[in-house]
């Protein structure tokens, strides 16, 4: 069974001071990775899709890395509206539909 | 354009209740998805539509019917809810389903309140 594992759950952070997130993720082959922000009562916002251990995909303060086990969500310089959920998914190439998703990191960015 | 739309953005039904959730995507995206979501917790899928058929349904129970009009409207027709049903309702579109990783996208959703 696929599983995805995201850390930490929470992350708290000074506007402008960088840091990662991080999911961890077991897959019978990797089909595609891929990260999504979600607001708070909105639907899940598609960020990034990444296929192949060391691809590495950039969106403003926004940088996702793939290792064979694990993907890094870096985020530069943050500001306040950086501040949301990150969710990571997983598609095996065993699967033609479904994403296992992580429990996701709730990142918060103080002005 | 990247845009998925749903309707209505809240809804409040009794248990007794009979009511449709509506999504719609202009994308010529050929996947449709129905999701969950609990507060705090990933989406969990519940239907998916590849080229207007019904491809997997995760073992929803019957009180939850969905309908693909045409390949842009995916419907959810609700009836005798329960209250532990009360979630965020997510569709969501893929180019299709198979072969390459496709993304989904996501609607904002519709919040589901059962009384």
């Known amino acids: 069974e696929d599983q995805v594992t995201q850390s930490p759950e929470a992350l708290r952070l000074q506007e402008g001071e960088s840091s990662s997130l991080n999911c961890s993720y077991t897959v019978s082959g990797l089909r595609g990775l891929f990260w999504y922000r979600q607001d708070p009562g909105k639907g899940p916002e598609f960020l990034f899709t990444l296929y192949s251990a060391g691809e590495e995909k950039e969106k403003e303060r926004l940088k996702a890395t793939l290792t064979k086990k694990e993907s890094f969500l870096h985020i530069t310089a943050p500001k306040p509206e950086d501040s949301a959920t990150y969710l990571c998914?997983?598609?095996?190439?065993?699967?033609?539909?479904?994403?296992?998703f992580g429990a996701g990191t709730t990142v918060t960015v103080r002005a | 354009d990247t845009e998925v739309t749903q309707t209505p953005k809240h809804l409040v039904m009794g248990m007794t209740n009979k009511k449709s959730l509506k999504c719609e995507q202009h994308?010529?995206?050929?996947?449709m998805y129905w999701y969950k979501q609990k507060a705090k917790k990933p989406p969990e899928l519940m239907f998916v539509y590849s080229y207007e058929k019904l491809s997997i349904n995760e073992s929803v129970p019957s009180r939850f019917s969905p309908e693909c009009p045409n390949s842009s409207l995916l419907n959810l027709h609700l009836h005798a809810l329960q209250p532990e049903d009360s979630a965020l309702y997510l569709c969501?579109?893929?180019?299709?389903?198979?072969?390459?990783?496709?993304?989904?996208?996501f609607g904002p959703g519709t919040r589901l309140t059962v009384t």
């Open positions: 998914a997983v598609q095996a190439r065993s699967n033609d539909y479904k994403l296992s």
């Open positions: 994308m010529g995206h050929r996947a």
């Open positions: 969501a579109s893929s180019q299709g389903t198979g072969g390459l990783s496709y993304e989904q996208y």
